[in-house]
């Protein structure tokens, strides 16, 4: 997987240089070759929506989102960090089972129980930690995301504070609720390098679902069914697919995923428990259109944006890199904090050449910066300038 961004990335370089690369990720990926055929257990996705960039790696084009409040499943990224389990999982959704530990009364729960002890839906934006990787300026490993390792979808679910409600109440002394995935995992001595387990801080117990349904169907395998843990304004690797263990716990789990990885590194160190977890994300926005060269005359220029861990208040547009802004209109019915809005800016373009970029403040004032610090692995980018696109109209 590595060798093949890195491939993409010196190939682009090679032909376009790196500063264009970082400028025309519109382009980049509109003209990208795809690298194959979709993988069997994503199969029913449309194709043509969709980056491939490993069998674990596909990203949503730019230009698909459009104003889309949701993002329909066939078109919604996929990021898997090790072999997703059989499909066999899936046959028979409600005899799935959780095992729910750190409570007074600990023990496992089915899906069928589950759907008896409560029901919620949530919108939520799910959210790679990467994306917007490639708009970082330093060399990064790890898939070239640009705007696409993202979608907004609707999960059902019961809120997991009513699961360990039922069975006694938080045990004294947790801080962490964590999280572990179905995946086959060989047992041994490097388990804990390979299995995906995260723990998340215990005070967003109020906020989290063991969710069943998708946008109103059940979940598929590749998104986690029959079962996953939704931590709404959490970032991808916090929502476990497949989920077979919610524990509270005291510490944080010492699986790699969440010592090493997922680590807010400074440039050139590695991954430990010393820097922050990849946890909470934040206020951002991009534009999805226009993204191609076009006639003057009216247009209607339109993104995405959303708070993160926050309500989104507001965007701004500017068609000139953030020299001049003006406020655009949210499209779509507030969804909610952890939505995502679609807007638009409705605008009479002369001939000439725009640089369009969106920049986008949740409901504690928080803005988004004009670059992002960087971190070694590149994650939680949410500057404004880099994912501008370059339109021009003739
Ligand atoms: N069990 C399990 N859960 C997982 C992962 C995984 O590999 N295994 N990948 C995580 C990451 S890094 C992301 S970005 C999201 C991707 O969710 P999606 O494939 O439904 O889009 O799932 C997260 N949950
Ligand atoms: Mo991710």
Redesign the pocket.
Known sequence: MEKIDLRRRHLLAGTAGAAALMASGVRVSAQEADAGPLPEYVEFKDADALIIHSN?T?ETKRDVFGVQPITSEHQ???????T??DESIVADRDAWEVSIEGVANPGSVTVGDLKRMGVETVAMV??????GRAFFEHETSGTQWQTG?A?C?LWTGVPLRTVVENMGGVADGAQFVT?????EIPEGPNAADVM?E?SVPLDVLDSILLAWD?NGEP?SL???GPL?MIVPGF?????????KRVAMTEVETDAL?QSQR?RLVPLGESGSPEFPSVWQMEVKSWITGPLEDAASGMHQITGLAFGGINAIDSVEVSLDDGETWEDAQFVAPDLGRYAWRPFVLAKDLAPGSYRIVSRATDSEGNQQPEATEPNQSGYNHNGWRAPGVDVTIS
């Not at 799910?126 to 994306?131: E, K, M, T």
């Open positions: 674990n596909i919604l990224y996929v990021r898997n960090n090790v997703p389990p799910l959210q790679c930690s990467g994306n390792a979608g979808v999280g572990t995935g179905g995946e995906v995260r998708m979940i590749a998104h986690g996953r970032t991808g690797v916090n929502n476990v697919k497949y989920i995923i997922y």
